[in-house]
């Protein structure tokens, strides 16, 4: 069974920044893409960023240009470097992988969240 490890959640002030880690656990052959999302009280779960096998990004436009999304392939580690945090950045965020057990097919796999507050 693989799961997904998340940390580096808490509590900052306004244009604080934070930086949270994901690495998968288990039997693992390969991983694919990994991204971040993340969901508000009230709201839909969206897309934060994402990072394929390769190393290529995609950003919401919302944390365009204050969150770094970067992944170490020696460790299969994900992280998100947020910074210029705002209260609108308040959320559960979840890592997500698609990951290729060694038995079995690529499937995705979800994080148990991360609480992150934006407040002073």
């Known amino acids: 069974q693989v799961l997904l490890v998340e940390s580096g959640g808490g509590l900052v002030q306004p244009g604080g920044s934070l930086r949270l880690s994901c690495v998968p656990s288990?039997?693992?052959?390969?991983?694919?893409?990994m991204g971040w999302y993340r969901q508000a009280p009230g709201k839909q779960r969206e897309l934060v960023a994402t990072?394929?096998?390769?190393?290529?990004?995609i950003y919401a436009s919302s944390v365009k240009g204050r969150f770094t999304i970067s992944r170490d392939y020696a460790k299969n580690t994900v992280y998100l470097q947020m910074s210029s945090l705002k209260p609108e950045d308040t959320a559960v965020y979840f890592c997500?992988?698609?990951?290729?057990?060694?038995?079995?097919?690529?499937?995705?796999?979800w994080g148990q969240g991360t609480q992150v507050t934006v407040s002073s």
């Open positions: 997500n992988a698609v990951v290729r057990p060694t038995f079995g097919s690529n499937r995705n796999y």
């Open positions: 288990g039997s693992i052959f390969s991983i694919n893409d």
């Open positions: 990072i394929t096998r390769a190393g290529n990004t």
